[in-house]
C-alpha cells in the first residue's frame, strides 16, 4: 500500500478542519512512528483523564478491530486454526480480525485501586508503563492541558524503557511537549474545543494505520 494513499487521509482531515493545517507535519511524524513500531511488531500504550480517558479507550477500538476496512486473520493462521481444531478454528478463521496492539491505561480496576491504595495514585499509568512498556513500543498521553501529572511521570517512564514519547494536546505551552518525541497539539486552548480537534485526529491516524497495515 502505498504512502500516497495513506496520505490521502490526511488531506481530508484538513479539508474538513482547515485549522489542522498547523498540526499537519506533527500528525505525519506520528503515524511514521507508529507505522515504524507496527512494523516491527511493538505496540501502543495510551493513557488520559476525563474525556482524554475516553479518548484512549477509543482509539484502542479502533486499532484492535476493523474501522472502516475488512480486516480478514493472515492466510497462515487461518489454517494453523483450523488444524488445531476444525470446527472452532473454521470460526475463529471467518470471524477474526485483524489488530493492531494496543492497550489503554485507563481501566484495570482491580490494579488502579490497589496501586493507587498503596503508592502515590498519580503514579498509576507510571507503573502500568513500566509493566506492559517494552524498548520500542510507543506511549500516547493525551492531555488538553499537557500537564496532567499522571500523564507526565508515565511519559518519564516510557522514556526511560526506551519507548517512543507521543502527546495530544491543545496550542499552549507544556510540559508533555518538551517531553515528547512529537506532540499534536491542536490550535485549541479551551478543554471542550481541543476534545472536539482531538477526535479527528486520531481517527485520522488510525485509518491511515489501516489503510497501510490492512489496504488491498
Do not use: W
Request: proline letters at 4%.
Amino acid at each position: 500500500m502505498t504512502e500516497r494513499n495513506t496520505n490521502k487521509h490526511i488531506d481530508t482531515l484538513i479539508e474538513r478542519y482547515p485549522q489542522l493545517m498547523v498540526c499537519r507535519e506533527s500528525i505525519q511524524e506520528v503515524y511514521d512512528i507508529l507505522k515504524k513500531a507496527y512494523t516491527d511488531g511493538r505496540k501502543l500504550l495510551v493513557c488520559g483523564n476525563g474525556g482524554s480517558a475516553s479518548d484512549s479507550e477509543h482509539i484502542v477500538g479502533e486499532l484492535m478491530k476493523e474501522f472502516k476496512l475488512k480486516r480478514e486473520v493472515y492466510k497462515d493462521q487461518a489454517e494453523a486454526m483450523k488444524q488445531i481444531d476444525p470446527e472452532l478454528g473454521s470460526i475463529l478463521a471467518e470471524h477474526l480480525q485483524g489488530a493492531l496492539p494496543a492497550i489503554t491505561l485507563t481501566g484495570h480496576s482491580s490494579l488502579t485501586t490497589a496501586f493507587m491504595n498503596d503508592s502515590l495514585p498519580e503514579l498509576i499509568f507510571a507503573q502500568q508503563v513500566n509493566g506492559y512498556g517494552k524498548p520500542n513500543d510507543v506511549f500516547l498521553g493525551i492531555s488538553t492541558s499537557g500537564n496532567s501529572r499522571n500523564v507526565l511521570f508515565a511519559a518519564v517512564a516510557a522514556k526511560s524503557r526506551g519507548m517512543k514519547v507521543l502527546g495530544l494536546t491543545g496550542c499552549r505551552p507544556c510540559r508533555l511537549a518538551q517531553l515528547a518525541d512529537v506532540c499534536i497539539q491542536v490550535p485549541e486552548t479551551e478543554t471542550y474545543r481541543i476534545q472536539e480537534l482531538h477526535l479527528p485526529v486520531y481517527h485520522c491516524l488510525c485509518m491511515m494505520l489501516e489503510e497501510h497495515f490492512f489496504g488491498k
